[in-house]
């Protein structure tokens, strides 16, 4: 970012070695970050100096003298020779491409392009994981064979040995028909006070207070779920995850529905053509990709061990930083996350989804939304 010292902000010299650069980044970071008190543009700067500082080829690039450097003013002696400092120029330092006035365009999406669009019923009524009623059809067509079995032995009017097995019969058959409604009813009431205490499809703030450039893009991805992908009466979204053991919002979106859950990160990254190989290792244009971060993989792995029963897939869900196109190939299927745009996101995260459109598993929901961190 031009008219800002890297080196000044962390509070290290322009010596420093990897391990400084590191320590003074943890340290700033306890203090500066948003949900201790500080600020999102603020933060974000913060990374973006150790981003660039920690990556040798970056720090290379950034650290690239003028073309004329000036002398230092203060007067010299016969015996010194004028000294080199650093002076930084307007327009000498690359801002890597990024154009902070740059809005990326809005997806173009027809439900018409949606392959599960139709398949799936929004006024289809939520079914909470695990299921512990019975089949409510079943329960139902016993109780009316109960009362057909009553109706007919007063009808007929048995007597002896008839009417002692008729009224064994009915008997036995409403003790079970008592039990499974008990259970229906239970069943039943226990997803009401689930819903009460859960109201809602959506949890965790958004980045509607930021005002630096990422959090457009998450505004943006939090319209986008909320427009397209809560059509499934399953899908709950929560903002502002943090990883098991945690404290910060280290994931900027989870959607969960039935049991699987998608994490994404929103990224504003330099068009272009995005894969990841089976490490993890993100590559734009054919060669390894250093203009940006991501820790999303880790993420995966951890809600992985949290939630061994639940698939979860990570996207890193990118925007364009300036004017361009980014485009997807696919990616390898060891991968542990995969790039997508936002047409794509919706496209095949939600036919994904769409396995299991109106389920919510109840401890899956508690355990992710126990780590949404921005309420």
Not at 80 to 100: E, L, N
Not at 266 to 294: A, I, M, Q
């Amino acid at each position: 970012m031009r008219g800002v010292d890297y080196y000044e902000l962390l509070g290290v010299d322009r010596s420093a070695s990897s391990a400084e650069i590191k320590s003074a980044y943890r340290t700033l970071a306890r203090t500066m970050h948003p949900d201790v008190g500080g600020t999102a543009g603020t933060f974000r700067l913060l990374q973006q100096a150790y981003e660039t500082l920690n990556d040798p080829v970056r720090r290379a690039d950034y650290d690239d003298p003028p073309d004329e450097p000036e002398p230092d003013p203060r007067p010299t002696g016969r015996d010194r020779s004028p000294s080199r400092r650093w002076v930084y120029r307007p327009g000498k330092r690359r801002d890597f491409g990024d154009d902070p006035n740059f809005t990326p365009p809005a997806p173009d999406l027809d439900p018409a392009d949606i392959p599960w669009w139709d398949e799936v019923d929004p006024a289809e009524r939520v079914v909470y994981l695990p299921v512990t009623a019975p089949d409510r059809t079943p329960a139902l067509a016993l109780a009316g064979g109960w009362v057909l079995l009553a109706a007919t032995g007063l009808l007929v009017g048995l007597s002896g040995v008839l009417l002692g097995v008729w009224l064994a019969m009915l008997v036995s058959a409403g003790v079970v028909v008592l039990v499974l409604l008990r259970r229906l009813l239970e069943a039943r009431r226990t997803d009401r006070l689930f819903e009460a205490e859960n109201r809602g499809r959506v949890f965790g703030g958004t980045a509607e207070e930021e005002v630096a450039a990422d959090g457009a893009v998450k505004q943006r991805s939090a319209e986008l779920l909320a427009d397209h992908l809560t059509r499934m009466p399953g899908v709950r979204i929560f903002h502002g995850v943090a990883w098991p053991g945690s404290v910060f919002a280290d994931i900027d979106h989870a959607v969960l529905c039935g049991r699987r859950l998608v994490l994404v990160e929103s990224k504003r990254w330099l068009p272009g053509h995005y894969e990841v190989d089976e490490d993890g290792e993100v590559w734009r244009n054919g060669h390894v990709f250093r203009g940006g971060t991501t820790r999303l993989a880790n993420g995966v792995a951890a809600f992985e061990a949290l939630l061994p029963e639940v698939e979860v897939r990570g996207v890193l869900l990118l925007y364009p930083n300036r004017a361009g196109e980014v485009t997807v190939g696919e990616s390898d299927a060891e991968a542990p996350v995969e790039p997508l745009t936002p047409e794509g996101f919706v496209r095949e995260v939600g036919e994904w989804l769409a396995e299991e459109p109106a389920a919510v598993d109840r401890d899956a929901f508690t355990m992710v939304l126990a780590q949404v961190v921005t309420r």
